[in-house]
């Protein structure tokens, strides 16, 4: 576990008040790991800027009767291997899937995936969800 280090800081009142309102709805039991998390939170962000390895998630959702869909999914997917990391399809009801992308890897790599899935007609609603491999983090 890495050095606490402790340090003071000036907020004016009416935003301390909100963020600690924030906070409890988020059930965080201090500011320090709440101020912790928006730290990392920012510190992901310009990992996937400008970082050479990344990792995360694209969530899809597409009606699997619309026809040849399915097929130009896979075959996005397959040219994208050396991102993905596993897949996970379930079906929400007659109609409506959801796909579940695991993806590591180069930050432009996996947004270039995205845009290309998401642009994909027939495809409905598509987000990638950032995260980190956790390196460097504490």
């Known amino acids: 576990m890495s050095e606490v280090f402790r340090f003071g800081i000036s907020l004016p009142k009416d935003l301390i008040d909100k963020f600690d309102k924030l906070i409890e709805k988020k059930n965080y039991t201090n500011r320090s790991k709440a101020f912790g998390d928006l730290i990392r939170q920012e510190l992901i962000k310009r ?14 959702i597409y009606d699997h009767h619309k026809r040849e ?12 291997q050396k991102v993905i990391i596993s897949t996970q399809h379930i079906h929400l009801d007659h109609n409506n899937c959801l796909e579940i992308i695991a ?5 432009p790599d ?11 007609k027939g495809v409905k609603h598509g987000t990638l969800s950032m995260s980190t491999t956790g390196k460097g983090m504490t």
């Open 47 to 60: 990992e996937w800027r400008e970082g050479k390895e990344v990792a995360g998630s694209i969530t899809l």
């Open 69 to 80: 869909l399915l097929n130009k999914i896979t075959d996005v997917q397959h040219g994208f």
């Open 103 to 107: 993806v590591k890897g180069n930050p």
């Open 110 to 120: 996996v947004q270039k995936l995205t845009n290309t899935l998401k642009a994909i």
